[in-house]
């Protein structure tokens, strides 16, 4: 699976749009782009995940560059609940051990 | 609702007394894993079930047991739990089948071995 490189932490104010910004240069042309968030201590939460188009939810867009190797999640109107880690993750839809490689994500704080 | 759960959320014992973390999901997902998650190694996988009575080692098995009797539960056991296993444990599940996208986590329970 690539890797991934994020910056380990953001600030945004509440109300605000949150751009969360994802290198993954050696993206392969069949892996996918996963971004989960874990809030304090809870359970690793699926946001969304994408191949080439963009691509939005209930709960963010995703953007992915032309190239493929960069990525950004945006929370449209970020809330004090999203304060959370974000992680992004590149790896193949199709994988018999299923296993998710979280590396160490980026800390979004939502500021009042 | 869609959940999956674990037993004991928090858990504190001493080293060498056995335990067993239960971990149950009712979206009848073929796929369930256990992720244990310490501070700056981020999340590892332990075992990983594709389905009922098939299981398999992930990144750091040593030191746990798991089986998978039933589609919903998959127990992970510490035999002889030592304080290198103090950690956050995870449980996962996911549909069966190739291709996948979203994973479902429970809670965490968090482990304290004395």
């Known amino acids: 699976d690539a890797k991934t490189t994020q910056p380990p932490s953001m600030d945004c104010a509440e109300g605000r749009a949150a751009n969360l910004p994802c290198n993954h240069s050696?993206?392969?042309?069949?892996?996918?782009v996963y971004w989960y968030r874990q809030i304090h201590s809870q359970g690793p939460q699926y946001i969304i995940h994408?191949?080439?188009n963009n691509e939005t939810n209930e709960m963010a867009s995703l953007i992915i560059t032309e190239d493929r190797k960069s990525s950004t999640l945006i929370l449209p109107h970020a809330t004090l609940r999203d304060t959370a880690v974000y992680y992004c993750?590149?790896?193949?839809?199709?994988?018999?051990?299923?296993?998710?490689?979280f590396g160490q994500g980026t800390t979004l704080q939502v500021k009042p | 609702e869609a959940q999956v759960t674990q037993n004991p959320r928090y858990l504190i014992t001493v080293t060498g007394k056995k335990l067993t973390v239960t971990c149950s999901q009712n979206?009848?997902?073929?796929?369930m894993s256990w992720y244990r998650q310490d501070p700056g190694l981020g999340l590892r996988q332990i075992y990983y079930?594709?389905?009922?009575?098939?299981?398999d080692k992930g990144d750091v098995p040593e030191g746990y047991k798991v089986s998978r009797k039933e589609k919903r539960n998959f127990p992970l056991i510490l035999e002889s739990p030592s304080p290198n296993q103090t950690s956050l444990y995870f449980c996962?599940?996911?549909?069966?089948?190739?291709?996948?996208?979203?994973?479902?986590f429970g809670p965490g329970t968090r482990l304290t071995v004395t």
């Open positions: 993750i590149v790896r193949v839809a199709s994988s018999n051990t299923g296993k998710l490689i």
């Open positions: 050696t993206i392969s042309g069949n892996e996918y």
């Open positions: 996962a599940s996911r549909p069966g089948g190739g291709v996948f996208y979203e994973q479902y």
């Open positions: 979206m009848n997902h073929e796929y």
């Open positions: 079930s594709m389905n009922v009575e098939v299981t």
């Open positions: 994408g191949l080439k």
